[in-house]
Structures are given as C-alpha cells and as structure tokens.
C-alpha cells in the first residue's frame, strides 16, 4: 500500500468540490510485489469473466472515501469491485461518492521491503472506514516473528470492523469469492479452485500451452485412426479378392 496522496497545488483541481485528489503518489514498488500485483490481476480478470461474474480487477489505485479530505485515502495493491463495467484503465482514481457508495468487495495488501508500513494499525483502519468486506494482507518475504505473517485475513462483521481470521499457513481461501490465494515456491501467489485449492488458475500462456498439446494429442489421435482404417479397408480388400 503506498503512502496517503500528497496534496499539491490547489489550483489543480480534480473534483468540483475544489479539492484536489491525486491519482498517483509517485512512488516504486519492489519487483516481486509489482509483478505478483499483475500476475492476480490477470488471472481473477480472466476467473471472473469465465465465470460471468461482472466485476473489475485493478491495482495501486487511490480510493477515496471521504469527500472534501484526500488524506482519507488507501491505494489497495489489489482490488476487486463487483457489478462494475468499467475498465480499470478508465479509474484514474475511485472516489467513493460518486460511484454510489460502491467500494470494493476485495482488496489484496502485498508486503513491501518496508513491512512496517505495511503492518501498521491505520492499514485497517482506512480499509475500515472505506467499507471493503474482506482484506487479505500477503508477506512474501515472511520470517517468523511475533508481528510477521505469511498470510492475514480480514473479515468485515456487522459493526463494520475487520475482524481478523484464523492464521492460514501458504494459502488462504477467499470468504467472497470461491477460490485460494496460494504462495508459490518463487515466492509470488496464484489464484487456485479445488476443495482445499490444489487447482492452480492458468496463466493465459499456460492455458494456451494446454490448448496447443491438446490439438496436437487430437491430431495424433486422428492420424493413428485414419491409419487403422486404412488398414482394414486394406484387409477387407485382400479378403474380397481371395
């Protein structure tokens, strides 16, 4: 989760309420939580539409959520916002007002080299205030201690708190949507189906991969029936003439 916007000149002004709410804080992420972030993105956009379930999947997004004050702010390093059509290149920022409330159903923290941050008590407490119903904090680079985790889950309850779950070990299963999140060994995570979530979610190169070995196991397939008939048009052939 970045750090709160930064707010700048006033005379920049996105909203019509005169305040200004930036669209992006300007700062890095490390590579193993950029290219995790892309990698869910790509493959819960591709689960959900297989599943026809409209929702949009984006990432390091600001979402506002109190109007007039853009420090009320969390930038999510995953997001999931159901019943919603829009494309995430058409959200420069979520504003929470004028979406009708609409917040997301999901959202997805990666732990960062500065995992203080990211383990920080006012972490929960925006994405309490901004409504989510589930948080699920991930720490790739999890050594035991009394305030690391491999894995953190959050519950939204009927006062609206995120109640925190039992400690999953490498993989925990969604409460919103019927699927895991699984560590892998390079230390990224991957969507996964199944009762206890064994079933990985095929990138887009693995499924067209699967694809590519399955026409060439039907085309062998079809080969080899084609020979055999052959050969018995050749035998029944012989027989006739005899």
């Known amino acids: 989760m970045p750090d709160s916007p930064t707010v700048r000149d006033s005379s920049r002004l996105e909203s019509d309420d005169g305040v200004?709410?930036?669209?992006?804080?300007?700062?890095?992420?490390?590579?193993?939580?950029?290219?995790?972030?892309?990698?869910?993105?790509?493959?819960?956009?591709?689960?959900?539409?297989?599943?026809?379930?409209?929702?949009?999947?984006?990432?390091?997004?600001?979402?506002?959520?109190?109007?007039?004050?853009?420090?009320?702010?969390?930038?999510?390093?995953?997001?999931?916002?159901?019943?919603?059509?829009?494309?995430?290149?058409?959200?420069?920022?979520?504003?929470?007002?004028?979406?009708?409330?609409?917040?997301?159903?999901?959202?997805?923290?990666?732990?960062?080299?500065?995992?203080?941050?990211?383990?920080?008590?006012?972490?929960?407490?925006?994405?309490?205030?901004?409504?989510?119903?589930?948080?699920?904090?991930?720490?790739p680079l999890f050594t035991r201690s009394r305030t690391r985790r491999r894995f953190s889950q959050f519950l939204r309850d009927d006062r609206g708190r995120l109640v925190p779950q039992p400690e999953p070990i490498d993989r925990v299963r969604s409460a919103c949507y019927d699927l895991w999140f699984v560590r892998q060994p390079n230390n990224t995570l991957r969507i996964a189906t199944g009762p206890n979530g064994d079933t990985l979610w095929p990138t887009h190169a693995e499924r067209a991969a699967a694809e590519a070995r399955a026409r060439i196991d039907a085309d062998a397939r079809a080969a080899k029936a084609e020979a055999e008939l052959t050969r018995l048009r050749a035998e029944l052939a012989r027989l006739r003439g005899a």
């Open 20 to 139: 200004y709410y930036p669209s992006s804080d300007k700062m890095g992420e490390s590579g193993l939580q950029n290219s995790t972030a892309r990698l869910l993105v790509d493959l819960l956009a591709d689960y959900l539409r297989r599943h026809a379930h409209p929702a949009v999947v984006g990432n390091n997004q600001f979402f506002y959520y109190r109007r007039g004050d853009p420090h009320a702010a969390v930038s999510p390093d995953l997001y999931i916002i159901d019943d919603e059509t829009l494309e995430q290149a058409d959200i420069p920022s979520w504003k929470v007002w004028e979406h009708a409330g609409k917040v997301p159903t999901l959202a997805l923290e990666i732990v960062s080299d500065e995992y203080r941050k990211d383990y920080a008590d006012i972490l929960i407490e925006r994405y309490e205030q901004l409504g989510v119903r589930e948080l699920i904090r991930y720490d």
